[in-house]
């Protein structure tokens, strides 16, 4: 509990953002100053971890969301210019692009270092469930990611904290891997809720082992950040990312890549990669322009 109380403590190993949890864990401290008020954790609290995390050899990872944009010409141009300016070479790179335009994204990227994955997936493996996808149906286009929990699909579609972890467990066992994404929104943040919802949006994720977890991707995207233009200061988003770094460390799982997203831009993103924490970036808007998203990448 020393760190709840605003001190420095040892850090008791526990499941992280679960309960119930051992006295002194350090998501407990999280929790507190979430509740205390606070819009965030303080770092200086996190210090030791921080050390442990900052020397870690993390890749990059650039992730495009391309939502419910494109058409076969405009992703064609798209896809082309990405192919050609070979932008792997920077970092990760990769496309999540609507389910219809898979096939065509595994067509024009075959063969280069650029990735492609899907915008959600179904929790279930197969059977009468109108309008899902499967993920060994993705699997069967070459997809290497699924995006599970967008901030768009829990609040227009109603997914629970339960459903986005069955789902990032489906993805994972057709060897996909899931970039689940936590945020809070504005009211949440305003009343110093962020790390209490991060901690329960988080939970059922965590709760499925260290094993799944190591497998997966996290992106933190503060709700209010997305598609406005606004985007989290570098350390707004390093204090969430950090906390999330806390609880993967604590299960045993430091190297997850961490990737923030909202309004990034290629402004913005040297500023948000130089955070220790934050390993890359889940973008949107800014991904549907390629000379934009490759200088996003080239960061
Ligand atoms: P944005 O979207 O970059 O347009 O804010 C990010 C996202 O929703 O993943």
């Known amino acids: 509990m020393g760190l709840a109380r605003g001190l420095p403590g040892p850090v008791v190993p526990c499941p992280a953002l679960m309960s119930p949890r051992p006295p002194g864990c350090a998501v407990h401290g999280a929790r507190g100053l979430a509740r205390s008020g606070r819009a965030g954790l303080t770092l200086t609290l996190y210090r030791p971890l921080l050390r442990m995390t900052q020397t870690a050899n993390r890749a990059r990872l650039v ?29 990760q790179i990769g496309v999540c692009v609507p389910f219809p335009y898979l096939a065509q994204a595994a067509q024009a990227l075959a063969g280069s270092a650029i990735t492609w994955g899907a915008q959600d997936v179904s929790a279930q493996a197969k059977g ?50 899931p970039v689940v994404c936590v945020g809070e929104s504005l009211e949440q ?9 991060i901690e329960r949006q988080l939970a059922p994720v965590l709760a ?35 906390a999330i770094r806390a609880a993967l460390t604590t299960l045993g799982a430091p190297q997850v890549q961490v990737l923030y997203g909202g309004s990034v831009k290629a402004a913005n993103a040297a500023t948000l990669f130089a955070m220790a924490d934050i390993d890359g970036a889940l973008v949107g808007g800014a991904s549907l322009v390629a000379e934009e998203f490759l200088r996003i990448a080239a960061n």
């Open 63 to 91: 992730l495009g969301n391309w939502k419910m944009h494109g058409s076969l010409a405009e992703n064609a141009a798209l896809l082309d210019a990405l192919r050609a300016a070979d932008a792997a070479s920077h970092c």
């Open 128 to 177: 009468a469930f109108t309008g899902e996808v499967s993920a060994g149906m993705l699997k069967e286009f070459g997809c290497r990611w699924a995006l599970a929990g967008h901030s768009e699909r829990r609040t227009l579609h109603g997914e629970s904290d339960q459903l986005v972890a069955d789902k990032a467990r489906a993805a994972l066992e057709q060897g996909l891997v």
């Open 189 to 197: 943040r305003e009343s110093g809720q962020t790390l209490a919802v």
């Open 208 to 242: 499925l082992g260290r094993e799944a977890v190591a497998g997966m991707v996290l992106a933190y995207e503060p709700v209010w950040a997305i598609g406005t233009g606004r985007t989290a200061t570098p350390e707004q988003a390093q204090e969430v990312h950090a």
